[in-house]
């Protein structure tokens, strides 16, 4: 068992309850039923045993249908069933974010519960169907007085690569 693993990770979120706690008139901002946001990240871990690894995850994430670009980061911790065997796997991640067009951090939060398979010798991979909560605060959009919170809370469906 390799003692460092690096897993990229697909995600998409579905929320249908994103909370607008300012009331802007920003096109952009505007209440909306339902949501997807798109994440591309990488987990980088250290395997403390067979069954569990404790590390880093990093993201690019996007709320689609707003375009609206910020980056996530984590404390991460995997858990599953031992190296070349297929079985369960769970994973939690707490943190924050960071970008641009953020004002400041703002909390992240996933817990997911899925699936591990071994490919090859050294390659599994990890689907996950996960929960996440997060808690984003925007900059200006329109004007400096414009600002936005925004917290998501949803579900979504994630896939590892463990390298």
């Known amino acids: 068992m390799p003692l460092l693993h690096i897993a990229p990770e697909v995600m998409y979120l579905y929320d ?8 802007i008139e920003a096109s952009d901002f505007e209440p909306r039923d339902s949501d997807f946001v798109q994440a591309l990240g990488v987990n980088v871990g250290f395997n403390v045993s067979e069954y569990l690894s404790l590390g880093a995850f990093v993201s690019k994430e996007k709320i689609l ?7 996530g980061w984590a404390i991460a911790a995997n858990f599953g069933t031992e190296p070349q065997k297929n079985g369960w796997a769970a994973s939690m991640k707490l943190g924050s974010h960071f970008g641009n067009n953020l004002r400041e951090g703002g909390f992240l939060g996933r817990l997911g519960l899925g699936f591990k398979f071994y490919l090859f010798k050294l390659l599994n991979a990890q689907t996950e169907f996960i929960y996440s909560y997060q808690a984003l605060k925007f900059k200006e959009i329109v004007d400096v007085e414009s600002r936005q919170n925004l917290t998501i809370n949803g579900i979504g469906l994630s896939m590892k690569i463990y390298l």
């Open 16 to 23: 249908d309850n994103i909370e607008n706690k300012d009331d």
């Open 65 to 71: 249908s707003r375009a609206l670009n910020y980056n």
